[in-house]
């Protein structure tokens, strides 16, 4: 869980730090475009959160297997 919000954090502005790496390499794109890139990612992230929020058996599963 802490990864995964940490991850939304390092993604989403103001720190953006994955975003703004990005924008480093390819100078052409602006930032706002990569943002909106970005988006889905960040979507993706947030149903996994609530996924880990109310079934919290996903992330207990395999270390119980073993």
Do not use: K
């Not at 706002?32 to 919290?56: D, N």
């Amino acid at each position: 869980m802490i990864v995964l919000v940490t991850q939304m954090g390092i993604i989403t502005p103001p720190v953006g730090v994955n975003v703004y790496v990005v924008s480093g390499m390819e100078r052409d794109i602006p930032l706002h475009a990569i943002f909106q890139g970005s988006m889905p990612f960040v979507w993706a992230l947030v149903a996994a959160a609530i996924l880990l929020v109310l079934f919290p058996q996903i992330a207990t599963f395999l270390p119980s297997y073993f």
